[in-house]
């Protein structure tokens, strides 16, 4: 049977681990022996490893020959530093996995001022985060054509589901933007996300680069309403973006200043990704 390791096994690997776990043996590298119960009780074999600690990795080498990596870049730095302990690990004796997907984010293009955007976009990361992660992107792609893995890019936006909707900041009543200084936002529910996971391992070209989207196109502070009056929670409070530094924290505005709606075709067309949930109303019409 083919062996699968995943990197960052939290909500979306365990979907995905439950997608395809029939095909694979498999496997997830984590650093808190707290969820080994959990990942068994899933049919997944825990390792014990941490990506900030280089030599607690050595068993990462041979175990699979296809690895998902989804751990987040390290909270600081230009680099990302977890991804060139991995690639390391992956690399010692020559033993090689065959394919390597990657996920990445939409944030790598920066603001584009609310236009749509395919994946032959120049990058233009706005953030510090966004920029480990375009170093991230390198260092797969490099890694894939130096050894000749097959390396697959998928670059995602915010990702939801029925327990990862914005309650705590609805219930805050942090402010969104009046409707003509909003940004477009993007979103894939994590259950189409891990099917576009799958379909990368299965149908995914060496080095090429998928957005993986529903496809809503929805200004942040209308997305917000949905989730309220679907739960019948109040709307947040609009404001003009002149006052948003002095009320909303820094880390939300930075993705209120970026606009862009992301092209899904490449994801259709070839990956053959037949989204569950087209649009964000489609989710919350079941939950």
Sequence with gaps: MKRLLIVGCGD???????????????????????????????????????LDCPRSLSRLAGIA????????????GTRDTRTVHLLAALTKRGMLPQTLVYISTSGVYGDCGGERVPETRPLNPWTARARRRVDAERQVRAFGRRHGVRVVILR?????????????????????????????????????????????????????????????????????????????????????RSEAAARIPETLLSFMNE?????????????????????????????
């Design 156 to 240: 995602v936006p915010g990702i939801y589901s029925a327990e990862r909707l914005p309650f705590q900041r609805l219930s805050a009543r942090t402010p969104a933007l009046v409707p003509e200084e909003d940004s477009y936002s993007n979103h894939i529910h994590a259950e189409d996300l891990a099917a576009a996971i799958a379909a990368a391992l299965a149908r995914g070209l060496p080095g090429r680069v998928y957005n993986v989207s529903d496809d809503s196109e929805l200004r942040m502070g209308d997305f917000f309403d949905r989730v309220a009056d679907r739960y019948g929670l109040p709307r947040p409070p609009r404001i003009r």
């Design 12 to 50: 979306v690997g365990l979907r995905l681990a439950a997608r395809i776990g029939s095909r694979y043996r498999l496997f997830a590298l984590t650093h808190s022996p707290a969820r080994h119960a959990l990942l068994r009780a899933r049919g997944i074999t825990p390792l014990a490893g941490d």
């Design 65 to 76: 020959g296809a690895v998902v990596h989804l751990a987040p870049p390290p909270g600081r």
């Design 259 to 287: 606009s862009r709606r992301l092209v899904n075709k490449r994801m259709k067309r070839e990956l053959r990704v037949e989204l569950r949930y087209r649009t964000v109303d489609d989710a919350l019409g079941e939950t």
